[in-house]
Antibody, heavy 121, light 106 residues
């Protein structure tokens, strides 16, 4: 079965850190760019960032709202992508989804179930 | 940065046709993707590159894109179609999402 499974969410204090994982199965993970998208409760979808494949030097890019605080990485040997969240703020509270950029659709065709991050004192 | 505008909500009578629009500057020159999100669930891709349906998406769901408006059309609307729908384009590398339209089937 083609799927992405996120883990690692939880409650963290402002200024704290958290590392999310995204485990892939059922498709060629190493051949797929991975994007992270978040959604605050009752709000819309917000793109967080992405990491490309090895052939593209694992290039990363981030939304302005998280740049310098969040880091995306991947371990193709483990079919897993990661989202390191540092210097967390209350406004980072959201469900975090990892997604695959599918080809030739050039769209986010596989989504995980999400992992919840709550930033609160 | 590029912006996409969607109506907050659309209502449709059971069995009728729902039209959900996504407006953006010269959006017709971009490829638009649509996602359906039901309460408590992750988004699901329903249309990619303006008009294409992924495997498993019914033919009742279709898309178009021209000028400044992309459109998602749901024919013979069913109660099970009730959801939030998001349009999305690529603004270079970042994904840009519309604010979402809540579809209600009456």
């Amino acid at each position: 079965e083609v799927q992405l499974v996120e883990s690692g969410g939880g409650l963290v204090q402002p200024g704290g850190s958290l590392k999310l994982s995204c485990a892939a199965s059922g498709f060629s993970f190493s051949g797929s760019a991975v994007h992270w998208v978040r959604q605050a409760s009752g709000k819309g979808l917000e793109w967080v960032g992405r990491i490309k494949i090895k052939a593209d030097k694992y290039a990363t890019e981030y939304a302005a709202s998280v740049k310098g605080r969040f880091t995306i990485s991947r371990d193709d040997s483990k079919n897993t992508a990661y989202l390191q969240l540092n210097s967390l703020r209350t406004e980072d509270t959201a469900m975090y989804y990892c997604t695959r950029l599918g080809a030739p659709a050039d769209a986010l065709d596989i989504w995980g179930q999400g992992t919840m991050v709550t930033v609160s004192s | 940065s590029y912006e996409l505008t969607q109506a907050l909500s659309v209502s449709v009578a059971l069995g009728q046709t729902a039209t959900i629009t996504c407006e953006g500057n010269n959006i017709g020159s971009k490829s638009v993707h649509w996602y359906q999100q039901k309460p408590g669930q992750a988004p699901v891709l329903v249309i990619y590159r303006d008009t294409n349906r992924p495997s498993g998406i019914p033919e009742r769901i279709s898309g178009s894109n021209s000028g400044s408006t992309a459109t998602l059309t749901i024919s013979r609307a069913q109660v099970g179609d009730e959801a939030e729908f998001y349009c999305q384009v690529w603004d270079g590398s970042p994904a840009v999402f519309g604010g979402g339209t809540k579809l209600t089937v009456l």
